[in-house]
Protein backbone atom coordinates (compact mmCIF):
# COMPACT_ATOMS: atom_id res chain seq x y z
CA UNK A 1 0.00 0.00 0.00
CA UNK A 2 1.58 3.14 -1.28
CA UNK A 3 -0.73 5.96 1.36
CA UNK A 4 -1.25 8.08 -1.68
CA UNK A 5 -5.42 7.68 -2.14
CA UNK A 6 -7.74 9.66 -4.76
CA UNK A 7 -10.82 10.26 -4.87
CA UNK A 8 -13.48 10.00 -6.59
CA UNK A 9 -12.92 6.65 -7.49
CA UNK A 10 -14.98 6.85 -10.82
CA UNK A 11 -16.32 9.83 -12.68
CA UNK A 12 -19.27 10.55 -15.39
CA UNK A 13 -19.32 13.90 -16.85
CA UNK A 14 -20.52 15.59 -20.15
CA UNK A 15 -18.71 17.63 -22.60
CA UNK A 16 -18.20 21.42 -21.45
CA UNK A 17 -18.63 20.17 -17.60
CA UNK A 18 -15.96 21.14 -15.68
CA UNK A 19 -14.31 18.30 -13.31
CA UNK A 20 -11.93 18.24 -10.11
CA UNK A 21 -10.29 15.34 -8.74
CA UNK A 22 -8.60 15.17 -5.70
CA UNK A 23 -5.56 13.52 -3.84
CA UNK A 24 -3.47 13.23 -0.88
CA UNK A 25 -0.06 12.69 -1.08
CA UNK A 26 1.93 9.24 0.77
CA UNK A 27 3.08 10.72 4.24
CA UNK A 28 5.89 13.00 4.14
CA UNK A 29 5.90 13.58 0.27
CA UNK A 30 6.07 16.97 -0.72
CA UNK A 31 5.72 16.81 -4.35
CA UNK A 32 2.87 15.86 -6.19
CA UNK A 33 2.58 14.87 -10.23
CA UNK A 34 -0.27 14.51 -12.17
CA UNK A 35 -0.43 11.82 -14.94
CA UNK A 36 -3.55 10.94 -17.64
CA UNK A 37 -3.22 7.27 -18.96
CA UNK A 38 -5.65 6.90 -21.92
CA UNK A 39 -6.79 3.42 -22.68
CA UNK A 40 -3.99 1.14 -23.49
CA UNK A 41 -1.51 3.92 -23.01
CA UNK A 42 0.68 4.55 -20.62
CA UNK A 43 1.13 7.87 -18.57
CA UNK A 44 1.23 11.07 -19.55
CA UNK A 45 2.66 13.86 -17.52
CA UNK A 46 0.14 16.96 -16.51
CA UNK A 47 1.88 18.86 -14.44
CA UNK A 48 3.87 18.81 -10.66
CA UNK A 49 3.09 21.02 -7.82
CA UNK A 50 5.65 21.87 -4.78
CA UNK A 51 5.33 24.15 -1.84
CA UNK A 52 2.24 24.94 -3.36
CA UNK A 53 3.43 25.91 -7.17
CA UNK A 54 3.33 24.48 -9.90
CA UNK A 55 6.88 23.40 -10.84
CA UNK A 56 6.29 21.80 -14.05
CA UNK A 57 4.11 21.05 -16.94
CA UNK A 58 3.60 19.18 -19.82
CA UNK A 59 2.02 19.00 -23.09
CA UNK A 60 -1.41 19.97 -21.43
CA UNK A 61 -3.88 23.21 -22.50
CA UNK A 62 -4.37 25.54 -19.90
CA UNK A 63 -7.99 24.22 -19.14
CA UNK A 64 -5.95 21.76 -17.02
CA UNK A 65 -5.21 23.50 -13.65
CA UNK A 66 -4.29 22.41 -10.88
CA UNK A 67 -3.43 23.41 -6.98
CA UNK A 68 -1.44 21.98 -4.02
CA UNK A 69 -2.34 23.25 -0.18
CA UNK A 70 -0.49 22.97 2.48
CA UNK A 71 -0.88 19.67 3.62
CA UNK A 72 0.53 18.91 0.35
CA UNK A 73 -2.69 17.22 -0.90
CA UNK A 74 -3.44 18.27 -4.28
CA UNK A 75 -6.42 18.70 -6.66
CA UNK A 76 -6.38 18.91 -10.79
CA UNK A 77 -9.32 20.88 -12.27
CA UNK A 78 -10.11 20.27 -15.72
CA UNK A 79 -12.38 22.56 -17.81
CA UNK A 80 -14.43 22.73 -20.45
CA UNK A 81 -14.19 18.85 -21.22
CA UNK A 82 -13.66 17.14 -24.02
CA UNK A 83 -14.50 13.77 -24.90
CA UNK A 84 -10.87 12.66 -25.68
CA UNK A 85 -10.50 13.83 -21.77
CA UNK A 86 -11.73 10.24 -21.17
CA UNK A 87 -8.99 8.98 -19.13
CA UNK A 88 -7.82 7.54 -15.61
CA UNK A 89 -6.07 10.28 -14.02
CA UNK A 90 -3.31 9.55 -11.60
CA UNK A 91 -1.49 11.41 -9.11
CA UNK A 92 1.82 10.70 -7.87
CA UNK A 93 4.12 11.99 -4.82
CA UNK A 94 7.52 11.75 -3.95
CA UNK A 95 10.28 13.58 -2.13
CA UNK A 96 11.78 16.58 -3.95
CA UNK A 97 13.41 16.10 -7.03
CA UNK A 98 16.99 15.50 -6.05
CA UNK A 99 15.83 13.06 -2.78
CA UNK A 100 15.07 9.82 -3.58
CA UNK A 101 13.55 9.07 -7.43
CA UNK A 102 10.97 7.11 -6.32
CA UNK A 103 7.24 7.95 -7.24
CA UNK A 104 4.41 6.59 -5.37
CA UNK A 105 1.34 6.14 -7.29
CA UNK A 106 -2.04 6.60 -6.16
CA UNK A 107 -5.23 3.75 -7.84
CA UNK A 108 -6.31 6.82 -9.52
CA UNK A 109 -9.61 8.47 -10.90
CA UNK A 110 -11.38 6.48 -14.21
CA UNK A 111 -13.49 9.70 -15.61
CA UNK A 112 -15.54 9.37 -18.57
CA UNK A 113 -17.02 11.90 -20.91
CA UNK A 114 -20.10 11.61 -22.34
CA UNK B 1 11.39 15.45 -26.06
CA UNK B 2 11.82 12.40 -24.66
CA UNK B 3 10.04 9.37 -25.71
CA UNK B 4 10.23 5.50 -24.32
CA UNK B 5 8.17 2.37 -25.93
CA UNK B 6 8.13 -1.21 -25.86
CA UNK B 7 8.74 -3.50 -28.46
CA UNK B 8 6.05 -5.85 -27.80
CA UNK B 9 2.45 -5.34 -26.67
CA UNK B 10 1.95 -8.68 -25.31
CA UNK B 11 3.96 -11.46 -23.90
CA UNK B 12 2.98 -14.96 -22.36
CA UNK B 13 4.91 -17.29 -20.53
CA UNK B 14 4.15 -20.42 -18.65
CA UNK B 15 4.41 -20.44 -14.84
CA UNK B 16 8.08 -21.14 -13.72
CA UNK B 17 9.58 -19.66 -16.86
CA UNK B 18 11.91 -16.98 -17.20
CA UNK B 19 9.78 -13.39 -19.07
CA UNK B 20 11.88 -10.70 -20.89
CA UNK B 21 10.34 -7.24 -21.47
CA UNK B 22 11.83 -5.20 -24.15
CA UNK B 23 11.93 -1.33 -24.15
CA UNK B 24 13.49 1.10 -26.74
CA UNK B 25 14.29 4.90 -25.98
CA UNK B 26 14.72 7.43 -27.98
CA UNK B 27 16.41 10.25 -25.71
CA UNK B 28 19.45 10.24 -23.54
CA UNK B 29 18.25 12.86 -21.38
CA UNK B 30 16.77 10.56 -18.53
CA UNK B 31 18.92 10.28 -15.32
CA UNK B 32 17.42 6.98 -14.39
CA UNK B 33 15.06 4.58 -16.04
CA UNK B 34 12.48 2.51 -13.95
CA UNK B 35 10.04 -0.14 -14.60
CA UNK B 36 6.65 -0.03 -13.36
CA UNK B 37 3.67 -3.09 -12.81
CA UNK B 38 0.23 -2.00 -13.06
CA UNK B 39 -2.40 -4.12 -12.20
CA UNK B 40 -6.02 -4.28 -13.22
CA UNK B 41 -7.43 -1.29 -11.06
CA UNK B 42 -4.54 0.01 -9.44
CA UNK B 43 -1.96 2.50 -10.13
CA UNK B 44 1.32 1.98 -11.38
CA UNK B 45 3.87 -0.17 -8.90
CA UNK B 46 7.74 0.70 -8.38
CA UNK B 47 9.83 -2.67 -9.55
CA UNK B 48 13.34 -1.80 -10.11
CA UNK B 49 15.10 1.11 -10.97
CA UNK B 50 18.43 1.90 -13.10
CA UNK B 51 20.74 4.94 -13.34
CA UNK B 52 22.05 5.91 -16.33
CA UNK B 53 25.66 5.25 -15.68
CA UNK B 54 24.79 2.00 -14.95
CA UNK B 55 24.25 -1.25 -17.08
CA UNK B 56 23.25 -3.99 -14.70
CA UNK B 57 20.94 -4.11 -11.86
CA UNK B 58 19.12 -6.97 -10.07
CA UNK B 59 16.83 -7.02 -7.35
CA UNK B 60 14.21 -9.53 -6.14
CA UNK B 61 13.79 -12.55 -9.28
CA UNK B 62 14.28 -9.09 -11.47
CA UNK B 63 17.23 -8.12 -13.40
CA UNK B 64 17.01 -5.05 -15.48
CA UNK B 65 19.79 -4.33 -18.23
CA UNK B 66 20.72 -0.99 -20.07
CA UNK B 67 22.41 -1.04 -23.10
CA UNK B 68 22.94 2.91 -23.55
CA UNK B 69 24.88 2.39 -27.62
CA UNK B 70 21.56 0.86 -29.17
CA UNK B 71 19.38 2.82 -26.53
CA UNK B 72 17.37 -0.37 -25.18
CA UNK B 73 16.24 -1.25 -21.47
CA UNK B 74 14.67 -4.79 -20.31
CA UNK B 75 13.64 -6.11 -17.50
CA UNK B 76 14.05 -10.11 -16.87
CA UNK B 77 11.53 -11.66 -14.24
CA UNK B 78 12.50 -15.09 -13.19
CA UNK B 79 10.54 -18.20 -12.43
CA UNK B 80 7.37 -16.08 -13.59
CA UNK B 81 4.16 -16.25 -11.27
CA UNK B 82 0.68 -16.12 -11.85
CA UNK B 83 0.95 -12.68 -9.43
CA UNK B 84 3.29 -11.40 -12.06
CA UNK B 85 0.45 -10.95 -14.89
CA UNK B 86 -0.32 -7.02 -14.87
CA UNK B 87 1.04 -4.63 -17.54
CA UNK B 88 4.71 -3.55 -17.46
CA UNK B 89 5.81 -0.28 -18.25
CA UNK B 90 9.25 1.29 -18.65
CA UNK B 91 10.04 5.29 -17.82
CA UNK B 92 12.31 7.69 -18.09
CA UNK B 93 13.34 10.33 -15.29
CA UNK B 94 13.65 13.68 -16.79
CA UNK B 95 17.08 14.83 -15.84
CA UNK B 96 15.90 18.41 -14.62
CA UNK B 97 12.18 18.16 -13.03
CA UNK B 98 11.79 14.23 -12.36
CA UNK B 99 8.94 13.82 -14.47
CA UNK B 100 8.56 10.22 -16.20
CA UNK B 101 8.04 10.17 -19.45
CA UNK B 102 5.98 6.65 -20.44
CA UNK B 103 6.31 3.85 -22.92
CA UNK B 104 2.85 2.25 -24.09
CA UNK B 105 3.36 -1.07 -21.64
CA UNK B 106 3.29 -4.87 -22.06
CA UNK B 107 0.95 -6.89 -20.75
CA UNK B 108 2.22 -10.11 -19.44
CA UNK B 109 -0.04 -13.17 -19.32
CA UNK B 110 1.18 -15.85 -16.63
CA UNK B 111 -0.26 -19.43 -17.50
CA UNK B 112 -0.51 -21.90 -15.08
Known amino acids: ETGVTQSPTHLIKTRGQQVTLRCSSQ?????VSWYQQALGQGPQFIFQYYREEENGRGNFPPRFSGLQFPNYSSELNVNALELDDSALYLCASSLPFGGSHEQFFGPGTRLTVL | GESVGLHLPTLSVQEGDNSIINCAYSNSASDYFIWYKQESGKGPQFIID?????DKRQGQRVTVLLNKTVKHLSLQIAATQPGDSAVYFC???????????FGRGTQLTVWP
Open chain 2, 50 to 54: IRSNM
Open chain 1, 27 to 31: SGHNT
Open chain 2, 91 to 101: AGRGSTLGRLY
